[in-house]
């Protein structure tokens, strides 16, 4: 269960929720979640062969995005905790906005991923469905607070003169229309736009993930119970509306 507690906790300085403020039992963590993309594939003697060094700039160009920020973030203070040249990390990314669009990038492709994790184990026309799609969206948005303000908030860079940023985040929306899609084969929603449909979900979603981010949600909250409303009304909404008979 995801617990918001009474947060007054939007600092002056416009920071994120702080991680004390956040409970969350699915023992993910914040830093560690990006980690993941480079598990397996680079050495504990900080040796890189054929991309592995790519990988390594972005798991720890997120680490430190999670813990102080994008502004964190320079070619120097990498090349240092990588023990790299900067030459070797201008052959990768030739300088810091591209790496911001990697990792970047790389949020979208393991919100991806939880997504279809979730949606494979759940009927996708079901309300339950529904509903664990909902929480994990949300979820992952409240556990990596940060990485997802660079993916959407204005730190975020252009998408469509980023054509790797782009296509990340429009995988992520077929998601959405998938999921929209097999509710209008199952009758559960109306036969309309269902891009149009998925639009109106993502701004649900996106909505309700950065009001919690954001701190701008002032009381004690279950995040649980306000996804499942969210959900029901959305399908509440999008329902047929069949005209009573006579």
């Given at each position: 269960?995801?617990?918001?507690?009474?947060?007054?906790?939007?600092?002056?300085?416009?920071?994120?929720?702080?991680?004390?403020?956040?409970?969350?039992?699915?023992?993910?963590?914040?830093?560690?979640?990006?980690?993941?993309?480079?598990r397996?594939t680079?050495?504990?003697?900080?040796?890189?062969?054929?991309g592995?060094?790519?990988?390594?700039?972005?798991?720890?160009a997120?680490?430190?995005?999670?813990?102080?920020?994008?502004?964190?973030?320079?070619?120097r203070?990498?090349?240092s905790?990588?023990g790299?040249?900067?030459?070797?990390?201008?052959?990768?990314?030739?300088?810091?906005?591209?790496?911001?669009?990697?990792?970047?990038?790389?949020?979208?492709?393991?919100?991806?991923?939880?997504?279809?994790s979730?949606?494979?184990?759940?009927?996708?026309?079901?309300?339950?469905?529904?509903?664990?799609?909902?929480?994990a969206?949300?979820?992952?948005?409240?556990?990596n607070?940060?990485?997802?303000?660079?993916?959407?908030?204005?730190?975020?860079?252009?998408?469509?003169?980023?054509?790797?940023l782009?296509?990340?985040?429009?995988?992520?929306?077929?998601?959405?229309?998938?999921?929209i899609?097999?509710?209008?084969?199952?009758?559960?929603?109306?036969?309309?736009?269902?891009?149009?449909?998925?639009y109106?979900?993502?701004?649900?979603?996106?909505?309700?993930?950065?009001?919690?981010?954001?701190?701008?949600?002032?009381?004690?909250?279950?995040?649980?119970?306000?996804?499942?409303?969210?959900?029901?009304?959305?399908l509440?909404?999008?329902?047929?509306?069949?005209?009573?008979?006579?």
């Amino acid at each position: 269960m995801h617990r918001i507690a009474d947060s007054h906790c939007l600092a002056a300085s416009g920071q994120v929720l702080s991680v004390d403020t956040v409970n969350i039992n699915s023992g993910v963590d914040g830093v560690n979640i990006f980690r993941q993309l480079s598990r397996g594939t680079i050495n504990q003697t900080n040796t890189y062969h054929h991309g592995n060094l790519r990988a390594a700039l972005l798991s720890e160009a997120a680490a430190m995005i999670a813990q102080h920020g994008a502004e964190s973030v320079t070619m120097r203070a990498l090349s240092s905790r990588l023990g790299v040249s900067r030459t070797a990390l201008y052959r990768h990314f030739p300088d810091k906005s591209a790496l911001l669009v990697g990792v970047a990038a790389a949020g979208f492709k393991r919100l991806k991923e939880r997504m279809q994790s979730i949606d494979g184990g759940a009927g996708r026309s079901s309300v339950t469905g529904l509903r664990r799609l909902g929480a994990a969206y949300v979820g992952f948005a409240i556990e990596n607070p940060t990485h997802y303000r660079l993916m959407y908030g204005k730190e975020a860079l252009s998408r469509e003169y980023r054509p790797e940023l782009k296509e990340a985040a429009n995988t992520l929306f077929e998601q959405i229309v998938g999921m929209i899609r097999a509710h209008q084969r199952s009758g559960t929603i109306k036969h309309q736009d269902y891009r149009a449909q998925a639009y109106v979900a993502w701004s649900a979603l996106h909505g309700l993930a950065s009001l919690l981010i954001e701190g701008q949600i002032m009381a004690p909250v279950d995040v649980d119970v306000l996804v499942r409303q969210m959900t029901g009304t959305l399908l509440d909404g999008m329902r047929p509306r069949h005209r009573a008979a006579g």
